[in-house]
Every structure is written in structure tokens, then in C-alpha cells.
């Protein structure tokens, strides 16, 4: 059963924008914690951005300023935008959700365990060519 279906990736040209969907149950969006993680092939998984039950928004260094994560209650609904797109950013986009820790929704990598990430989608490419 899928709890969480991303969409919206695809292939760009650098500078180029997308914009993921992650669509979920009302029982996982009331999670503490929604966010985006990506992963390319030989590298460890990277935390995008999060958002948590009150708002506050959570980025990594290398997209802050480019990528923006949102949420639509009534749809029950994560959103990323990416805009200026870089070759760096291709990789395979994961939404996540869960309980979190202490209060915050960590992004490393020691962090993304399902301990803090409960529930994850089954993921949408993304290409950035140069």
C-alpha cells in the first residue's frame, strides 16, 4: 500500500524549474515532520528540506534560495519547487514523514532512520542537464 506518491520529476536543463508533489493520507500529512530527500547513485542520501506541523521549514545549505517546500492542507499535500536547477541537483527525490527528533526534523544523514522517518514515498527522478 502506498502512503506517500511523488510526482513532477523529469529532465531540465540547468536554470530550469520543477516542481515535486508528494501526495499522502490525511493520517501521514498530520505527521510531525514531512520532508524531501534525494539520492544519486554512489552517494549517500542528502536531506532536501522539511517542514514541520507548525511551519517551520527546514533546508540544506546547497538548496537554500532555490528550493522552496510548501504543504496544502486541504489536499494533504508536500510540495518541493526547484528553481535554477543545477547538474548537482539530478538525483532520486523522496518525500518522507514521521515523528522526527526532539522536537525538529533533522536533515543528515544519521538522522533520516525511520526512527525520525516513519514513512517514505517510492521516489521521482530528476535530471538536470548542463
Known amino acids: 500500500q502506498v502512503q506517500l506518491a511523488e510526482s513532477g520529476g523529469g529532465s531540465v536543463q540547468a536554470g530550469g524549474s520543477l516542481r515535486l508533489t508528494c501526495a499522502t493520507s490525511k493520517y501521514i500529512y498530520g505527521s510531525p515532520c514531512m520532508a524531501w530527500f534525494r539520492q544519486t547513485p554512489g552517494k549517500e542520501r542528502e536531506g532536501v528540506g522539511a517542514i514541520d506541523s507548525i511551519g517551520r521549514i527546514y533546508y540544506s545549505d546547497s538548496v537554500n534560495d532555490r528550493f522552496t517546500i510548501s504543504k496544502d492542507s486541504a489536499k494533504t499535500t508536500l510540495y518541493l519547487q526547484m528553481n535554477d536547477l543545477k547538474p548537482e541537483d539530478t538525483g532520486m527525490y523522496y518525500c518522507?514523514?514521521?515523528?522526527?527528533?526532539?522536537?525538529?526534523?533533522?536533515?543528515?544523514?544519521?538522522?533520516?532512520?525511520?526512527?525520525?522517518?516513519?514513512?517514505w514515498g517510492q521516489g521521482t527522478q530528476v535530471t538536470v542537464s548542463s
Open positions: 518522507a514523514s514521521g515523528p522526527g527528533r526532539r522536537g525538529s526534523c533533522p536533515l543528515a544523514p544519521r538522522f533520516q532512520g525511520r526512527d525520525n522517518y516513519s514513512y
